[in-house]
């Protein structure tokens, strides 16, 4: 399975330090260029640690980064990393993207593809034997803890499915 990434779910998996389960999900993890400087220089200006990890994923080739100029949703009003994350599935023919945000999520529906966020691969991770219903359960409260919004009935939701 191919994905094209958005920040988000880098920035959180690294936070929570499940960013490997990408590696364990997906065989190709693509990021445009703008999601590379969102995530990695900006977050290294500011010394996150996350910032440091993902790098290190690029460096060793697990995560590719790759130039995009965006043809197709020039005049889409959502910022920069969602339309080149868009923009780079679009032209690599790959269906699933990593977005948490709701207008990139409803966006990348419009063009055929399937939008996943971090939630999604945690409980992926959950049911492909990856993590454990108690390490799912905890790396849910770290997002929570490191800042990252779960609308309540999501949350709910996943908790009920785990019982």
Do not use: C
């Not at 499940?18 to 065989?27: S, W």
């Amino acid at each position: 399975m191919r994905v094209v990434s958005n920040s988000t779910p880098l920035i959180f998996l690294a936070k929570i330090g499940k960013l490997n389960l990408l590696e364990k999900i997906f065989e190709v993890i693509l990021i445009p260029n703008t999601v590379f400087t969102e995530v990695v220089g900006k977050g290294k200006e500011k010394g996150y640690y996350d910032a440091f990890l993902v790098e290190e994923f690029i460096r060793k080739g697990i995560i590719i980064k790759k130039e995009v100029h965006v043809e197709k949703l020039k005049n889409i009003p959502i910022g920069k990393g969602e339309l080149e994350t868009i923009e780079l599935a679009i032209r690599e023919e790959i269906t699933d993207v990593l977005i948490d945000e709701a207008k990139g999520r409803r966006i990348a529906r419009f063009y055929e593809l399937q939008p996943k966020g971090t939630l999604w691969v945690l409980t992926k991770a959950f049911e492909d034997d990856l993590i454990l219903k108690e390490g799912l359960k905890i790396s849910i409260q770290e997002l929570i803890k490191n800042g990252y919004r779960i609308k309540e009935d999501i949350l709910i939701e996943i908790f009920r499915d785990l019982k």
